[in-house]
């Protein structure tokens, strides 16, 4: 059965600080990984893709254990437009359409 | 700018009534979809297209009906056998071959049966 887990949070963290979190999923056979991030009543917007090795983009890293089978977001120095859903998306070996699975989203509120 | 368009942005539909969500990218992407999202759910796939003029069931079909007569659009049409048709619907496109830059989403129509 395929399955993204997620803590759904919400996480309240102060401004400046940093903050990660992590997803699990159950598909030895998925390949590739994303991080998407979801702001209120809009649509998910691609935040980065996760690499085997493990990926920068300023301020948010992503890193992959595929042994252990999750991977996770860190965010350091958040800003208060940090605040939002961040999804979890993991795609199968081979998969099209099918083969794509979203968490239901970690909650992430950055307070002044 | 390329990009993927969904109309209307708010729809609401009587019992028993069909309704036809729009969207259309200019991306020149090959594969598009439909997603379903409930309150504190995952995206839910309803139908796929990976080529015009054929199209795949998702999980949660039931009650859905599409097309892809063009390269460009891929409406949804929710009919009066979807039971529970109050949520927000989200289109996506994507190249296969890029798989790696995942998907493109619209910004979405929220549905609310009245």
């Known amino acids: 059965r395929k399955e993204v887990e997620q803590d759904p949070g919400p996480f309240n963290v102060p401004e400046g600080a940093t903050v990660a979190f992590n997803c699990t999923y159950s598909?030895?056979?998925?390949?590739?990984f994303f991080w998407y991030r979801q702001d209120c009543r809009k649509e998910p917007k691609l935040l980065m893709s996760?690499?085997?090795s493990g990926n920068e983009d300023g301020r948010f890293t992503a890193q992959l254990n595929r042994a252990s089978q999750y991977i996770s977001l860190l965010i350091r120095d958040s800003k208060l437009s940090d605040s939002a859903t961040y999804l979890c998306?993991?795609?199968?070996?081979?998969?099209?359409?099918?083969?794509?699975?979203f968490g239901k989203g970690t909650h992430l509120i950055i307070q002044p | 700018d390329g990009g993927i368009t969904q109309s209307p942005k708010y729809l609401f539909r009587k019992e028993g009534q069909n309704v036809t969500l729009s969207c259309e990218q200019n991306?020149?992407?090959?594969?598009m979809y439909w997603y379903r999202q409930d309150p504190g759910q995952g995206l839910r796939l309803i139908y796929y297209?990976?080529?015009?003029?054929?199209?795949q069931k998702g999980d949660i079909a039931e009650g859905y009906s599409v097309s892809r007569e063009k390269k460009e659009s891929f409406p949804l049409t929710v009919t009066s056998a979807q039971k529970n048709p109050t949520a927000f619907y989200l289109c996506?496109?994507?190249?296969?071959?890029?798989?790696?830059?995942?998907?493109?989403f619209g910004s979405g129509t929220r549905l609310t049966v009245v």
């Open positions: 998306v993991v795609r199968l070996q081979g998969g099209g359409a099918d083969g794509l699975t």
């Open positions: 598909n030895s056979a998925s390949q590739s």
């Open positions: 996760v690499y085997s």
């Open positions: 996506a496109s994507s190249n296969e071959g890029q798989a790696l830059y995942g998907y493109t």
């Open positions: 991306l020149n992407h090959d594969a």
């Open positions: 297209s990976q080529i015009v003029n054929d199209f």
